[in-house]
Every structure is written in structure tokens, then in C-alpha cells.
């Protein structure tokens, strides 16, 4: 599977983004996608998945109830939905795809996107 994010940009603290990330390749409803971010300076880190038809999501708990994540499968796309932005949401931000989400929560990823940057100011 090859992923492509887009979307990323410069926003003001308290703001939105909505990442997208278009798969080709194998077939995209075989998988698992989600979303994962490295600061400047730390690891990589899980924000988000979402599960093969859609109908269950995991977040992590720095970005629930902020963000959202949803799959169009028709259309081979994963999307993040960024509300109320901060500071520390500044990142490189991956899309993903994986078995399951409970791997991809445990950095057990099959397929890493090259990410776009996503920068929050104050």
C-alpha cells in the first residue's frame, strides 16, 4: 500500500486542518488506518485510527474530543479532522495502515505514508 497525506499547513492556536491521506495499491479496505505525529524532538506517537468499515475509532487522549478520524473506502481515502488546535499539536503527521488498531496503538504498523507538517501557533 502506498499512502499520501496532504493537508498540513500553518494555523493559528485554536483553529482547524483536515488531513487526508489517499492509499493505492492493495486493496485499502483490507486495512486498518490511522495517524501518527512526531514533534520536534520526540518519537513518534499514535493520534489516531480507525477500523476496516469505519464504525469504530481509537484516539489517543491528547486528541480526543478534538480530532476525528473517518475512511471513505469508495474513494481509498483516511482522513483527520483537527479542531481547537494547540501549540503542542505541532508535528509531522503519517498516515498509516495495519492489521489491526490495537497494533497500529502499539506502533505495529504495515504501511507508513511520508507525512506533512502540521504547525500550530500561539
Known amino acids: 500500500v502506498q499512502l499520501q497525506a496532504c493537508g498540513g499547513g500553518l494555523v493559528q492556536a485554536g483553529g482547524s486542518l483536515r488531513l487526508s491521506c489517499l492509499a493505492s495499491?492493495?486493496?485499502?479496505?483490507?486495512?486498518?488506518m490511522g495517524w501518527f505525529r512526531q514533534a520536534p524532538g520526540k518519537e513518534r506517537e499514535f493520534v489516531a485510527s480507525?477500523?476496516?468499515?469505519?464504525?469504530?475509532?481509537l484516539y489517543s487522549d491528547d486528541v480526543k474530543g478534538r480530532f476525528t478520524v473517518s475512511r471513505d473506502n469508495a474513494k481509498n481515502a483516511v482522513y483527520l479532522q483537527m479542531n481547537s488546535l494547540k501549540p503542542e499539536d505541532t508535528a509531522v503527521y503519517f498516515c498509516?495502515?495495519?492489521?489491526?488498531?490495537?497494533?497500529?496503538?502499539?506502533?505495529?504498523?504495515?504501511?507508513w505514508g511520508k507525512g506533512t507538517l502540521v504547525t500550530v501557533s500561539s
Open positions: 480507525v477500523s476496516w468499515s469505519g464504525g469504530s475509532t
Open positions: 498509516v495502515a495495519g492489521a489491526t488498531q490495537g497494533n497500529l496503538w502499539r506502533n505495529d504498523v504495515n504501511y
Open positions: 495499491g492493495r486493496t485499502f479496505s483490507d486495512y486498518v
